[in-house]
């Protein structure tokens, strides 16, 4: 069986010894960026190994882009290779945040063209409230090989083709982050406060009941089609803060059946790097700021 959207603890414990399945950690915190790689360390899933958000899947920040551009797909494609990622590898990712990181390399590998993909559901919680246990062992070395990717561009949108898509009306675009960042009230981490005009806000935590696991696909279903409305799935277009959590709302998307919508990856943090696009603070459109 292959999963592409979410396995349980129990289902991914019985996999444990397949050679042609691959578990990657994805822990990793905003503030202390080597906090993911340390917990790692000190106590992961057997056979996992690691991928660092901001080493792995990221590439540097440049002029003009936002905290977390998507890494340059060779660079990441011989990552995956190094591991022993092929055609029949069921790759899956973990965090210790129900999600919001190990969404990225999802993302990721369904942009390079590769569908068995999944994310633990729950995260580590989820496998630990299991009575799953952890090791410090590092995983043997899978057989290196060639990862071709096989670029899908669809579920991906840039700053300008957003404009456009807004300025034509014809897209939903949701924002993921919390309501007092969208609102403007609060901006821990941007040097600008607001949303992008016209985004409705979802923010990550509303994919999850109080156990940290998704909620049932139909109420996901539900939920997001009222936010939707009369666009298709594929008009939607999720952002966030630099292109990352927002891969959770796909996600969440995608396991309710809402397949193949996009992302626009550079996401807040690209968007304010040109004064001249539209912004929203506390329901107000400014059309240039300092």
């Given at each position: 069986?292959?999963?592409?959207t979410l396995?349980?603890a129990?289902?991914?414990?019985?996999?444990?010894?397949?050679?042609?399945?691959?578990?990657?950690?994805?822990r990793?915190?905003?503030?202390?960026?080597?906090?993911?790689?340390?917990?790692?360390?000190?106590?992961?899933?057997?056979?996992?190994?690691?991928?660092h958000?901001?080493?792995?899947?990221?590439?540097?920040?440049?002029?003009?882009?936002?905290?977390?551009?998507?890494?340059?797909?060779?660079?990441?494609?011989?990552?995956?290779g190094?591991?022993?990622v092929?055609?029949?590898?069921?790759?899956?990712?973990?965090?210790?945040?129900?999600?919001?990181?190990?969404?990225r390399?999802?993302?990721?590998?369904?942009?390079?063209?590769?569908?068995?993909?999944?994310?633990l559901?729950?995260?580590?919680?989820?496998?630990l409230?299991?009575?799953?246990?952890?090791?410090?062992?590092?995983?043997?070395p899978?057989t290196?090989?060639?990862?071709r990717?096989?670029?899908?561009?669809q579920?991906?949108?840039s700053?300008?083709?957003?404009?456009?898509?807004?300025?034509?009306?014809k897209?939903?675009?949701?924002?993921?982050?919390?309501?007092e960042?969208?609102?403007?009230?609060?901006?821990?981490?941007?040097?600008v406060?607001g949303?992008?005009?016209?985004?409705?806000n979802?923010?990550?935590s509303?994919?999850?009941?109080?156990?940290?696991?998704?909620?049932?696909?139909?109420?996901?279903k539900a939920?997001?089609s009222?936010?939707?409305?009369?666009?298709?799935?594929?008009?939607?277009?999720?952002?966030?803060?630099?292109?990352?959590?927002?891969c959770?709302?796909?996600l969440?998307?995608?396991?309710?059946?809402?397949?193949n919508?996009?992302?626009y990856?550079?996401s807040?943090?690209?968007?304010?790097?040109?004064k001249?696009?539209?912004?929203?603070v506390?329901?107000?459109?400014?059309?240039?700021?300092?």
């Open positions: 069986m292959n999963y592409n396995i349980s129990t289902d991914l414990h019985a996999q444990l010894n397949n050679p042609d399945w691959l578990i990657v950690d994805c990793f915190q905003l503030q202390q960026t080597e906090v993911g790689a340390y917990a790692y360390r000190h106590g992961h899933i057997p056979y996992a190994v690691y991928m958000l901001e080493q792995d899947l990221s590439s540097p920040v440049k002029a003009g882009t936002g905290r977390h551009p998507l890494p340059d797909y060779r660079v990441l494609s011989q990552k995956l190094a591991l022993g092929n055609v029949n590898t069921q790759v899956v990712a973990y965090d210790d945040a129900s999600g919001l990181f190990a969404a390399l999802w993302w990721l590998l369904r942009y390079l063209g590769h569908e068995r993909v999944a994310v559901n729950g995260g580590l919680r989820a496998w409230q299991q009575g799953l246990t952890l090791t410090t062992q590092l995983p043997t899978k290196a090989c060639i990862f990717p096989y670029l899908n561009p579920p991906l949108i700053a300008t083709e957003l404009q456009n898509r807004i300025a034509q009306k897209t939903c675009l949701i924002d993921a982050r919390a309501a960042r969208y609102a403007g009230h609060s901006e821990p981490i941007d040097p406060a949303h992008i005009p016209y985004a409705h979802r923010p990550t509303c994919n999850l009941d109080r156990n940290g696991l998704f909620l049932p696909a139909n109420q996901l939920e997001f009222y936010l939707l409305g009369a666009v298709n799935p594929e008009q939607t277009v999720h952002y966030c803060g630099s292109g990352v959590t927002a959770h709302n796909v969440a998307m995608e396991y309710a059946g809402l397949r919508s996009q992302l990856a550079g807040w943090s690209e968007w304010i790097t040109d001249n696009r539209q912004i929203v506390n329901h107000t459109i400014i059309n240039s700021y300092a």
